[in-house]
């Protein structure tokens, strides 16, 4: 998750200098801590070098794992300090690729909207609801901001309700409706001149809104280790020692179900899992001044790979592919009960 913290209570640039150092120390996770300095530093208003290091990922050797995401927010960043022309012309070609991951999409239809191009942004969250969610049973939940931002557009539009928007409205569960959440009204009155009609609006969407955005932003207290088969394979093959730990990868993968569901069970909010490679964990021993063959490292592993982001969230959403990566539906894998 990208930063939102008020600059007056964080210092910006240096915390985008720190991830830009950790990024040289961990270049499997370049991509994920360089767009989180470059968050930061758009926060810090420093948006030149936030595009420098956009521009960094775009070019650099490694494949990323999401370029039009990249893309996508070295346009809205561009938008932002007068580059309208260059930033109008990515946002062109990432409609033109249509990426199968909804970020982008998102991405640049808000940055349409925030420069009050809504009948374009309207156009962009369609494109995006008619390619990625034509023909599935059911959204996935990474989908719903572009229903949700659809929505919010066409209310502001003055459009009626059509099929995509009755579905944003059956997944939105907030006791505040849609309707009342995207009222032109409200959304117009964050952007007014009077301090107490200003100040009352925020108070009232934080009030709507802030069990969902603190569910979004904590960290995972527990995060569980899975090492996918051939990461496994290798492993104690490399470190006989971690044998005991993992007798084998059928094994290993119940224990991780069934230590999730124990703790569930006991209470424990948002689990994640992370995923572990050898390089990186014996990167990770080395750090430790630690041999790799020592198992009391493994969960010392797992909380920094959730640390740096790397954690997903456990149980996956309903119809979601299951965290074991057999290809099948976590219902139809380790989620059946």
Not at 52 to 61: H, Q
Not at 126 to 138: I, R
Request: glycine residues 6%; aromatic residues 6%.
């Amino acid at each position: 998750m990208r930063p939102d913290t008020p600059a007056e209570n964080v210092d910006h640039t240096a915390e985008a200098a720190r991830l830009e150092r950790t990024a040289g120390l961990y270049p499997e996770d370049a991509e994920h801590l360089l767009l989180q300095a470059a968050a930061h530093l758009e926060l810090a208003d420093d948006r030149p070098r936030a595009s420098s290091l956009y521009d960094r990922l775009l070019a650099g050797p490694t494949t990323l794992d999401n370029p039009f995401l990249v893309r996508a927010l070295k346009a809205a960043n561009l938008w932002e300090y007068g580059h309208e022309a260059e930033a109008r012309a990515i946002i062109e070609g990432v409609r033109a690729a249509a990426p199968r991951d909804p970020a982008p999409w998102v991405i640049v239809a808000e940055a349409l909207e925030s420069h009050d191009e809504l009948e374009a942004a309207q156009e962009t969250f369609t494109q995006a609801a008619v390619h990625l969610l034509t023909d599935v049973p059911e959204p996935p939940y990474a989908t719903h901001p572009v229903l949700f931002g659809r929505h919010r557009v066409r209310r502001m539009l003055g459009l009626t309700h059509d099929n995509w928007d009755t579905l944003a409205d059956t997944l939105h569960s907030s006791p505040v409706s849609l309707d009342e959440l995207h009222d032109p009204k409200r959304v117009w009155s964050l952007g007014s001149n009077n301090p107490a009609e200003l100040e009352a609006e925020i108070s009232r969407l934080r009030a709507e809104l802030g069990t969902y955005r603190e569910a979004l932003s904590r960290p995972f207290p527990v995060a569980v280790l899975h090492w996918p088969a051939e990461e496994l394979a290798e492993l104690v093959t490399a470190y006989p020692e971690l044998a005991e730990e993992y007798p084998s990868h059928e094994e290993h993968l119940a224990t991780i179900e069934r230590a999730l569901r124990e703790l569930a069970a006991s209470g424990t909010a948002n689990l994640g899992i992370v995923t572990g490679t050898v390089p990186s964990y014996e990167a990770f021993a080395a750090s430790e001044g630690a041999s790799p063959s020592d198992a009391s490292l493994l969960p010392q592993y797992a909380t920094t790979l959730a640390a740096r982001g790397r954690a997903v969230a456990w149980p996956p959403q309903r119809g979601a592919g299951c965290w074991c990566g057999s290809g099948r539906s976590y219902g139809e894998c380790h989620g059946q009960a």
